[in-house]
């Protein structure tokens, strides 16, 4: 083994610490998501009336739920894939890593933040600016591997990370559309997050097709 592998192998470390990390906090983020739904305050004793009346008043608060719900069991399931082409963690792959998560945590304050005031530019900027975030340390965490080719795994190439940077660069490109139309017409600048699976599988598509075309010339 030469000096340069074995520096490598010593600046590497086990995925599963941090594994157990992200997934820790992406549970507790998802969980406290449900902290922003009120409970009725009703004085004396309470009616069905009062208890419907009380859902159809946080209507709003459970969409926004929903989809920050959906956007963080999303951002999870990228995270597990992007895990599937790492071999080893580095120092650098850690710090983005971590600063992936520092947003995560965010997410449930961004999140009641423009459950109510969701028809303000301020709620609605910070909440697509966090997602924003969050997306973008997956491209930096991603980044960092093609610097560091010996932490990917062996079945994987730099073709394939340049794929998946290019698939996670959907979710960035959304949210700042999500920001110009908070300009306009902010109570309905998250309906573009629907957009997301659709985008991805086009693009998916489109990735497979031209793979396909480049191995039969070949």
């Avoid at 998802?30 to 946080?58: A, E, K, Y």
């Avoid at 963080?72 to 850690?94: C, E, R, T, V």
């Avoid at 093609?146 to 062996?154: F, Q």
Wanted: glycine share 4%; aromatic share 12%.
């Amino acid at each position: 083994m030469s000096r340069s592998e074995a520096r490598n192998r010593k600046s590497q470390f086990s995925l599963h610490r941090l594994e157990s990390l992200t997934d820790g906090i992406y549970a507790i983020a998802m969980t406290l998501l449900v902290l922003s739904l009120p409970m009725p305050q009703i004085d004396g004793g309470s009616t069905d009336s009062d208890i419907i009346n009380h859902f159809s008043d946080i209507t709003e608060l459970f969409g926004t739920y929903a989809l920050s719900f959906l956007l963080l069991g999303n951002f999870w399931i990228i995270q597990l894939k992007i895990f599937k082409y790492i071999k080893a963690s580095s120092i650098p792959h850690l710090w983005a890593n971590l600063a992936g998560l520092l947003v995560v945590c965010l997410i449930p304050f961004s999140s009641s933040l423009m459950g109510y005031h969701n028809h303000t530019f301020s709620a609605n900027l910070f909440f697509h600016l966090n997602i924003f975030l969050i997306s973008a340390f997956f491209v930096v965490q991603c980044k960092v591997l093609l610097m560091n080719p010996s932490t990917i795994a062996d079945q994987f190439d730099k073709s394939a990370i340049r794929r998946v940077i290019l698939i996670n660069l959907i979710l960035p490109m959304v949210s700042i559309l999500g920001i110009g139309i908070s300009f306009i017409s902010p109570q309905w600048s998250t309906v573009v997050y629907l957009a997301v699976p659709f985008l991805t599988l086009l693009l998916k598509n489109r990735i497979h097709v031209s793979s396909k075309k480049i191995d039969h010339e070949n």
